[in-house]
């Protein structure tokens, strides 16, 4: 098993861990560096990598109304941190109680006392504890004193930006996909469960995958050039983010359209990678109209996709 729910069922399958603590969405080329930073510690440590996450997000519990959308679903966050080489995820359930931690004993009682931790590694930025008053400088000091090793890992930039869950998120949201895959290290990736819509995909000759993304940072409405992973690879397709203008929709939904494929996907779960946008939404004057426009953005998309 590489994913907890507990500290004390973790620390019974972790030895002398190293361990790094944070939120990870998106985990962007600066969650990539902190994570690299744990697995190269705990190999010379003769020990474990752990990461240490959250959900839901600390903003979620205590500023509801402020909570950001998320980069990531959980299921695909938890996956991206352990596809990096990390040995063990603790998911930790974010509660007030939880929050109300004070930072000196959250540090010696649960990661040291409870997990044993050997040394930990976070980001020049990191906050915990009660009030956020936990910081980089705490740690070092009580590495000093517990004699645990403490490595902070310095900002990362991309094109002279600081790389920051918040600036993604800033970035997508404004259409920017380009600086926002810099900055990831990798398409804008999530996932979300393929639910009923209004069932028009198929009777068009595209039959569509509506899926629910409510909390999920999306791009601007638009036709967009997207892989779906399904079937254990890559299929590429085409996604339609909006309220469907031509049918006097209001409510905003993602449609994915896999290239070449039939079948049910209703109850699924679909990963999904957004490459590029192909055009603007657009409201057509008939359904034949869309329809021939649907079939040139598939066109164009098997062009994009097989020029690389």
């Known amino acids: 098993m590489k994913i907890f729910r507990h500290f004390g069922s973790c620390s019974k399958h972790v030895t002398n861990p190293v361990v790094t603590l944070g939120n990870f969405d998106g985990v962007h080329q600066g969650h990539q560096a902190i994570l690299e930073r ?11 990598s752990l990461a ?52 000196e004993p ?34 070092q000091r009580l590495g000093a004193e517990l004699g645990i090793t403490v490595e902070i890992v310095g900002k990362i930039e ?13 970035l997508i949201s404004e259409g920017n996909l380009k600086l926002a895959q810099e ?32 909390d999920l940072v999306l791009p601007p409405d638009g036709v967009y050039v997207v892989e779906v992973y399904w079937n254990d690879r890559w299929q590429p397709a ?8 031509t049918f006097g929709d209001v409510s905003r939904q993602f449609e994915v359209h896999i290239l070449d494929f039939e079948g049910d996907l209703y109850g699924r779960r679909l990963t999904v990678r957004i490459l590029e946008k192909l055009r603007e939404e657009l ?11 649907i079939a040139r953005d598939v066109a ?8 690389g």
């Open 38 to 48: 744990t697995i190269a510690l705990a190999r010379q440590a003769g020990g474990s």
């Open 52 to 103: 240490l996450t959250f959900e839901p997000h600390p903003a979620a519990v205590l500023m509801p109304t402020h909570a950001p959308k998320k980069l990531m679903d959980l299921h695909t966050r938890i996956g991206t941190i352990l596809s990096s080489g990390i040995d063990r995820v603790l998911l930790q359930r974010f509660s007030r109680s939880f929050a109300a931690l004070e930072p």
């Open 106 to 139: 959250f540090v010696r009682d649960w990661l040291v006392g409870t997990l044993g931790a050997r040394g930990i590694v976070v980001g020049h930025r990191v906050r915990f504890g009660h009030f956020r008053r936990g910081d980089a400088a705490l740690l």
């Open 158 to 170: 991309v094109g002279g930006r600081l790389v920051s869950s918040s600036a993604i998120r800033s």
């Open 183 to 214: 900055m990831l290290g990798r398409p804008h990736t999530f996932a979300g469960r393929v639910v009923h819509g209004h069932h028009r995909g198929k009777a068009l000759g595209f039959p569509t995958a509506n899926l629910r993304t409510d």
């Open 238 to 245: 085409v996604a339609n983010l909006g309220s469907n203008p």
């Open 283 to 293: 409201r057509f004057p008939s359904v034949t109209a869309l329809r021939k426009q």
């Open 300 to 307: 164009r998309a098997r062009e994009i996709l097989r020029n």
